[in-house]
């Protein structure tokens, strides 16, 4: 019946009453008309069908109105995201009670100059039941300032909920009963510690998105009935490779170790690569507590000076850590690789391995780019060239096949022992790092083209093609800076690269590359394989991370589940045909949050870094530019705004077309990728703000 209710209502156009709709359905009786109303309810609540004031009924998809979720500012006004359609402008006065992140029926009200305008009708839902903020009295009532100021509810704690919590004190509160439209009884469910405590800071961010630092008492019994080393029943059945020269190559600063590597030359002239990976679920049994604390938190979260681990230290750093001159459990996966980068034979299995030195990328580096060997390194050296000629061959087959490298730096957060920010530098990426991120490709591409070929259920890492709507976007906004490119007859991976290879050189390539980015898709965790576009690769997935990332783990127990136990059982492909599609939906809003958090966590301490150098001046490029002003990127990342006020020497508007500040007087203005010199005005660690102005 549901399908034919559609039908009618699609054929018709407008909206039809409950008898109408009967009439065309033929019905009578009064069974009949329960029946209809049944399904007309259920029709609304899937918000397949609109019931107007009238009680008339039509398709949600012919009306004004859009699901979508309401994103908030902090001068009040909103924007409501609507998935695959434009985002819908909502002034304060029309929020009608709506806050950050619900779920709402949005009316279009209006369109000018290309833009949707509407007012909320429906909060469908209120996805945020638990916020940030801190404690104060008023009228010896405990009530919460709410850090997302973004969010105007005034909440209300009752004195047996409070936890104890005083003045100052930064908690999590969770919301009980509606008081009234902005304000609501709140229950504090945990205190962060005081406001000015190190280290509150970043976790009152991570509490904002659902990200824990501490782990429950089930997780923590678990870890009594794991060893802190292999015991000698776990050798059995393994590949022993403990005499091979397998090491490791990480971050100054790294302690959990996912990713080991040895190499070899073959007689045949071929390269021998192995990439041998913790056994992290050889450890982390599927339905324990250490598995499902692991599948909630999706991934391990790295905030400036601070790492929120998907598994306890006693695992991350432990146990399932390659740690240097100890033996660890693995699976390895070997790959024969000629010298035009193809992988032409691999073994994948599990194994026991001991690595014999745990590298730095930054000293790998001094041996590969400046031949300046570090103590310790010296029997290393021959290998590491030969990684590094094979990474080379690796890199120039991607770069043929249509690889995208976007080139974007990310800033990297300086901290002292408090947790203070005391500078911000560009995050090196250099010849180790590429190798690296080079290897563990060839490995991933190895392991997802394995089981796709055998057509078991298995979760891959898919980046779809961008549209050809945003791509189109993009070249006209490169043709408005001046830039001329390419016709773009087909989207491809090999096109993208062309496209980019065309623009560099010029002032704003960062830039440029950076909005390129925001058009493709983002990548994500799915069951069905559609292939990598960015990578141009045809089969992916994430399989070298498995202490930090839970689909790794997945991908871990899905081998050991086919090829080691060898359980191809109808009810195994069947428990794993059922779980993958939600695992794979979890794990890619998890890492969304967890890349959300490490944003704002960075905004935050830009801000606090940039509060200690007000009055001083530095050199930057417009990154964007809107109707209320001028976002200036200095050369570390950090970003500021110049308000359209703060422009003093003119009156400007903002011109959409060129993207740009046209002033009166001078008609050329700002523009995205001018250079200017800047004066840090403000900054604001609370508001996560800076405030700049432009140097005449």
Not at 205 to 210: E, M
Not at 615 to 628: D, K, L, N, T, Y
Request: net charge negative; with cysteine.
């Amino acid at each position: 019946m549901e399908d034919k209710i559609l039908e009618i209502l699609d054929k018709s156009g407008n909206a039809l009453s409950v008898h109408e709709i009967e009439d065309q359905l033929g019905f009578n009786t009064v069974e009949e008309l329960k029946e209809l109303l049944k399904v007309l309810n259920t029709l609304e609540e899937e918000y397949k069908i609109y019931r107007t004031k009238k009680d008339k009924y039509m398709l949600f998809d012919n009306s004004n109105l859009k699901v979508g979720k309401l994103l908030t500012t902090k001068k009040g006004y909103g924007f409501v995201d609507i998935e695959g359609d434009e985002d819908v402008f909502v002034a304060s006065e029309n929020l009608n009670g709506a806050i950050n992140n619900d779920e709402v029926i949005v009316e279009i009200t209006s369109k000018k100059n290309l833009k949707l305008e509407g007012r909320i009708l429906k909060i469908i839902e209120r996805k945020l039941k638990q916020f940030v903020g801190t404690v104060y009295f008023k009228g010896n009532k405990c009530r919460i300032d709410l850090d997302d100021k973004k969010i105007n509810l005034n909440i209300i704690v009752d004195d047996n909920l409070t936890l104890g919590a005083v003045t100052g004190h930064k908690v999590v509160v969770r919301l009980l009963n509606k008081v009234d439209n902005l304000t609501y009884k709140g229950a504090i469910v945990k205190i962060l510690g005081h406001k000015d405590d190190p280290g509150v800071d970043i976790l009152s961010i991570a509490a904002k998105y659902d990200i824990d630092d501490t782990f429950s008492d089930e997780v923590l019994e678990q870890l009594k009935s794991i060893p802190d080393h292999v015991l000698e029943s776990e050798y059995e059945g393994r590949t022993d490779l403990r005499d091979e020269i397998i090491f490791t190559i990480d971050g100054d600063d790294t302690k959990d170790i996912d990713d080991a590597i040895s190499i070899e030359k073959l007689d045949n002239g071929n390269y021998k690569l192995g990439v041998h990976i913790a056994d992290v679920s050889y450890y982390v049994k599927e339905g324990s507590p250490l598995d499902l604390e692991a599948y909630e938190r999706g991934t391990s979260v790295y905030l400036a000076n601070t790492v929120i681990p998907m598994l306890p230290h006693e695992l991350s750093n432990g146990i399932c850590s390659l740690n240097p001159n100890v033996d660890r459990l693995a699976i390895s996966c070997v790959m024969e690789i000629d010298n035009t980068g193809d992988v032409i034979n691999y073994d994948i299995f599990e194994s026991v391995i001991n690595s014999k030195i745990q590298m730095t990328y930054k000293k790998v580096n001094s041996i590969l780019e400046d031949n300046v060997i570090p103590s310790g390194y010296e029997p290393f050296v021959d290998k590491l060239k030969l990684m590094s000629e094979l990474a080379d061959i690796l890199r120039k087959n991607k770069v043929a096949k249509g690889y995208i490298d976007f080139e974007i730096d990310e800033p990297k957060i300086i901290t002292n022992e408090n947790g203070e920010a005391i500078d911000v530098k560009l995050r090196e990426r250099g010849t180790g790092e590429n190798l690296i991120e080079d290897f563990m490709i060839a490995a991933n591409e190895t392991v997802a083209t394995h089981i796709n070929y055998m057509e078991y259920p298995f979760i891959y890492r898919v980046h779809g093609e961008p549209s050809e709507e945003k791509i189109n976007n993009f070249l006209n906004f490169v043709s408005v800076l001046g830039h001329s490119v390419h016709k773009m007859n087909k989207i491809t991976p090999k096109s993208m690269q062309q496209l980019l290879n065309e623009l560099k050189g010029v002032d704003e390539y960062s830039i440029i590359s950076t909005l390129l980015l925001r058009s493709m898709q983002k990548a994500v965790y799915d069951k069905n394989n559609i292939g990598h576009f960015g990578l141009a690769s045809k089969c992916y997935t994430h399989f070298t991370s498995p202490i930090r990332r839970y689909p790794d783990t997945t991908v871990h127990r899905l081998l050991r589940t086919y090829l080691f136990n060898k359980d191809l059982s109808v009810d195994t492909i069947k428990h794993w045909e059922q779980k993958l599609e939600p695992l794979a939906e979890h794990s890619s809003m998890k890492e969304r949050a967890s890349v959300e958090c490490e944003r704002e966590v960075d905004d935050m301490k830009m801000a606090e870094y940039m509060e200690k150098h007000i009055g001083e001046e530095f050199r930057g490029i417009i990154s964007s530019v809107m109707s209320f002003g001028l976002f200036i990127e200095l050369p570390n990342k950090i970003e500021g705004l110049v308000k359209i006020e703060d422009l003093k020497d003119d009156y400007y508007t903002y011109d959409e077309s060129t993207f740009s500040l046209i002033g009166n007087k001078n008609k050329r203005g700002y523009r995205l990728g001018d250079k200017v010199n800047v004066i840090v005005t403000g900054a604001s660690k609370n508001n996560h703000t800076i405030d700049f102005v432009i140097k005449r």
